[in-house]
Nanobody
Framework: VQLQASGGGLVQAGGSLRLSCAAS????????MGWFRQAPGKGREFVAA????????DYSGSVQGRFTISRDNAKNTLYLQMNSLKPEDTAVYSC?????????????????WGQGTQVTVSS
């Protein structure tokens, strides 16, 4: 399973970005997916998760109402729409794939990881 995240960049506070995660080498629709982020000097933090068919999602409290996770199984792609961005959202964002665990917030439940894309929000 290969995951390639993209779409990061520099944006002003209050702005928006959409991250994408392209999957290959797997039956994408068979995997539950998640987004995590890691800020400098901090541990990996759960952001959002979505089950294999997109029917159920989960968000951390810090992004609830601002971020939306979605997927297109026909395109083997996971998305994260980020609105009303704040400087504290600055981090490297990574996508991850989990098989058989459902919605999980713990990194150890995810078997495959993308390389991450940098998101920087200026104040």
């Amino acid at each position: 399973v290969q995951l390639q995240a993209s779409g990061g960049g520099l944006v002003q506070a209050g702005g928006s970005l959409r991250l994408s995660c392209a999957a290959s080498g797997c039956t994408f629709s068979g995997y539950d997916m998640g987004w995590f982020r890691q800020a400098p000097g901090k541990g990996r933090e759960f952001v959002a998760a979505i089950i294999w068919n997109g029917g159920t999602t989960d968000y951390s409290g810090s992004v609830q109402g601002r971020f939306t996770i979605s997927r297109d199984n026909a395109k083997n792609t996971l998305y994260l729409q980020m609105n009303s961005l704040k400087p504290e959202d600055t981090a490297v964002y990574s996508c991850a794939a989990s098989l058989g665990y459902g919605l999980r917030r713990t990194p150890s439940h995810y078997s495959y990881w993308g390389q991450g894309t940098q998101v920087t929000v200026s104040s």
